[in-house]
């Protein structure tokens, strides 16, 4: 099994010497268009192409945090850590918003 943190790693040694020209901004685009592909194929409820593209996200965000020099895996944790940081409870009790669009 691999953590984030791991995963983060590796992301760093197979892209930083690219990723690191990109910049902070020029990275967040990068994953802003990943994102944006991973609509599509949740829209087209394409299961293969789902799994793509949450790998392509994931990756992204890894590498996005490792130019920003973020720890992914802290911030998860200490954000996250075991309940819902808003209403402190699990499962989450806080007011359902359904839809966000
Ligand atoms: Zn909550």
């Known amino acids: 099994m691999v953590h984030i943190h791991e995963f983060q790693r590796l992301m760093k040694q197979i892209y930083f010497h690219r990723d690191s020209e990109r910049g902070i901004e ?12 991973l609509e599509e194929a949740v ?3 394409e299961r293969k192409a789902m799994e ?6 994931l990756a992204w965000l890894a590498s996005l945090a490792n130019v920003a020099n ?13 309940k819902c940081p808003k ?3 699990k499962p989450c009790r806080c007011p359902s918003l359904l839809k966000k669009h």
């Open 52 to 57: 793509n593209e949450f790998a392509d996200v």
């Open 26 to 37: 020029g990275m967040f685009y990068w994953l802003v268009d990943e994102v944006k592909e």
């Open 70 to 82: 973020i720890d992914l895996e802290k911030a998860a944790i200490s954000k996250y850590s075991g």
């Open 87 to 89: 209403c402190k409870e």
């Open 43 to 45: 829209k087209m409820q």
